[in-house]
């Protein structure tokens, strides 16, 4: 996964174990929603941070809830008061297809 910006072009995002991850949406602050795939391909919702100059300065995995087998972020709200809302989705165990939302603190 990739972001762009004007002063410092193309960037790469990370994952959590450098085995991949995907971009999805991102908000005015900089915070971009998807997933990274770990090692065991198990993918999880991730929130990055990228800063003005377009570095990226954090990487967050989601919490899988129990039971689920793969989740994935796809859209970000602006934070308010301190609280962000991340909207996606869980995969069960079962291969059940599930809509969710984490909130942030």
């Given at each position: ?26 908000n ?60 996606g ?13 984490w909130?942030?603190?």
């Open positions: 996964a990739f972001v762009w910006s004007a002063a410092a072009g193309m960037r790469e995002l990370g994952s959590s174990d450098g085995c991949g991850a995907s971009a999805e949406g991102i005015n602050a900089g915070q971009i929603v998807g997933m990274s795939t770990d090692k065991r391909g198990i993918r999880r919702a991730a929130i990055w941070t990228v800063d003005p100059s377009g570095t990226v300065t954090s990487l967050r995995q989601l919490d899988l809830p129990t039971g689920s087998r793969s989740a994935g972020g796809m859209g970000v709200s602006q934070s308010s008061g301190g609280v962000l809302q991340v909207a989705y869980v995969i069960s165990g079962s291969g059940r297809l599930a809509a969710t939302l909130t942030l603190r």
